[in-house]
Nanobody
Framework: VQLQESGPGLVKPSQTLSLACTVS?????????????WHWIRQPPGKGLEWIGY???????YASAAFKSRTSISRDTSNNQFTLQLRSVTPEDAAVYYC????????????WGQGTQVTVSS
């Protein structure tokens, strides 16, 4: 399975950040032999990794309490992608954003995209 993030590298404060993760070598929908969990994680400059949330094989989505109020994570089955929308961004949302896949467990990250840099500036 390969993952590739895409989206704007620059977003203005108060706008919505929209990212997509294209999946190749696997299906975004339910897998009959394993359960898949499609995650978004970010790393702000000089800080550690922050888990944002995931959308499961079932289509159910869960977000960290820190992001829940302004985050939407969903699947785009027609394009074999999953997406992140982060509303009302501030400069503190500047980070490298990664999409990952956990196979069989929601707690693992078995596959990673290469990451995409997002800057928040007017």
């Amino acid at each position: 399975v390969q993952l590739q993030e895409s989206g704007p590298g620059l977003v203005k404060p108060s706008q919505t950040l929209s990212l997509a993760c294209t999946v190749s070598g696997g299906s975004i929908t339910t897998n009959t032999t394993n359960y898949y969990y499609w995650h978004w994680i970010r790393q702000p400059p000089g800080k550690g990794l922050e888990w944002i949330g995931y959308v499961a094989h079932s289509g159910n989505a869960y977000a960290s309490a820190a992001f829940k109020s302004r985050t939407s994570i969903s699947r785009d089955t027609s394009n074999n992608q999953f997406t992140l929308q982060l509303r009302s961004v501030t400069p503190e949302d500047a980070a490298v954003y990664y999409c990952t896949l956990g196979v069989g467990s929601a707690n693992g990250h078995d596959y990673w995209g290469q990451g995409t840099q997002v800057t928040v500036s007017s």
